[in-house]
């Protein structure tokens, strides 16, 4: 089966004025994906699987920022019903001393559920398999439409996080000529548009010193939030879709 592409959602996110396309696509689809959950709190099968898997802290505090409490209230509560039950389960495990030759015991049946649960996430498991296919089809539209390739080339560039992934991914998806202008072209975009943050960064210093108390903001006033997106995807809240 061809896997879907998602063409029209990736043009749109290279076409707004983003420092990181890739981080306004991951947001969307993680909004979605926090809609599709607390939508789901009365669909049995849905719920049977937030109930195993649970949430990371960042979608925990999410959807606690939500408007549905009674929907959260559900899915916490069965949540904890389930691990309370597993666990329940596990503690009757003896629990044997670490050998004189590792310094750490073996992981017990309790101690490896307890590492799932911390590992676990409903709203990130629905996000991750989306997210792929995003990805995936940014190399489709690069390979497939010239026009795509000049608004990409013309983009403002990544965070560290997503010019690594794309970085990375490049070599499964493309080949030949294809492969080698796109890692030019992310290489370029990635540097050239760091140091464009890195330098209205620079000036918003400049600007606390009195022999530059006149002169221009230029870029420099929302410089600090750009570098947030730039450093670690930290997108101001502002954009939200
Ligand atoms: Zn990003
Ligand atoms: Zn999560």
Known sequence: ?????????????????????????????????????????????????????????????????????????????????????????????????????KKKAEPSGLAQYMDYLGHSCYVCDKINAMFERYLVTIFYLYKKEVDFRKVYGESKGFCTEHYRMLYEMAPTQLGGELLQSFIKDTNRLYLENMKRVRDDVSWFISKFDYRFKDEPWKNAQDSIPRAMIKLNGILPPENKK
């Open 1 to 101: 089966m061809k896997e879907k592409l998602y063409t029209i959602p990736v043009n749109d996110a290279f076409h707004e004025d983003c420092e990181c396309p890739v981080c306004s696509m991951y947001r969307s689809i993680e909004q979605d994906a926090l809609r599709f959950t607390m939508s789901g709190y009365m669909v049995e099968e849905r719920r049977a699987e937030s109930d195993k898997v649970g949430f990371c802290e960042k979608h925990l505090r999410s959807l606690y920022a939500g408007e549905d409490r009674l929907g959260l209230a559900w899915m916490v509560k069965t949540h904890m019903d389930h691990i309370i039950e597993e666990i329940e389960g596990r503690q009757s495990e003896t629990v044997k001393a670490a050998s004189f030759f």
